[in-house]
């Protein structure tokens, strides 16, 4: 198979299609067909943040950032609609704290550090548990199989097999909602993913894009 979409397309793609959703989730709601477009960017930025946890160059800048943004777009989310449903950049926040301890557990099993992989392990679990007990009780965008399928991404470093759990991830979030079964197309521009950034710095862009269109959307709402 010929793999000829950058990773900035690939999120353009996604960009675009959270921006139809996002439209049809605050002007029409009614309109399925655009509910059904914007399924295509939760697995595609679950999948990126899996790589951007691999490929950053500092890991507490690149948590910070991804929640500092969630924690913004929150206020906006409150202020604007009063939705108090945590966003999808504090879902993706939890998942990038569970990838970190996988990454862990990897390095000691690499440097066969035992006792380091058992603490990795024990964190893991304890982090899972409480992010479980977390989502039970407060309502998070795509529920707590969402905040696993980044990780569950992340597990493998082999571009097939890092697919193959993406697609279970998104099964198991179908099972409890029907919507998401289109979310498995997501699966298709990845399968064409060249594994390279693109010619452009897009990361600036991407990271104001999300609090920025919510901003536009939630006005125009308020002006019709």
Known sequence: MIKFFSGNF???IALVSMTIDHIGYILFPDVLILRLIGRLAFPIYAYFIAEGCVYT?????????????GLACQLINIFLANDNILNILLTFSLSIIIIYLI?????????NNTSAKVTGIVYVLLAVTVIYIFTFFVKVDYGFIGVLLAPLVSLFSKRSLKIIMLSVGLILLSIFNPLQWFSLLAVLPIL?????RGKF????????????????????KMLI
């Open 192 to 196: 064409l993913y060249n594994g390279k």
């Open 201 to 220: 710095k897009f990361k600036y862009l991407f990271y104001g894009y999300y609090p920025a269109h919510l901003i536009i959307i939630y006005l125009i």
């Open 10 to 12: 690939i999120k353009l």
């Open 57 to 69: 160059k500092n890991k507490y800048r690149y948590f910070f950032t991804i929640l500092g943004l």
């Open 103 to 111: 990454q862990f557990i990897k390095k000691s099993i690499s440097d």
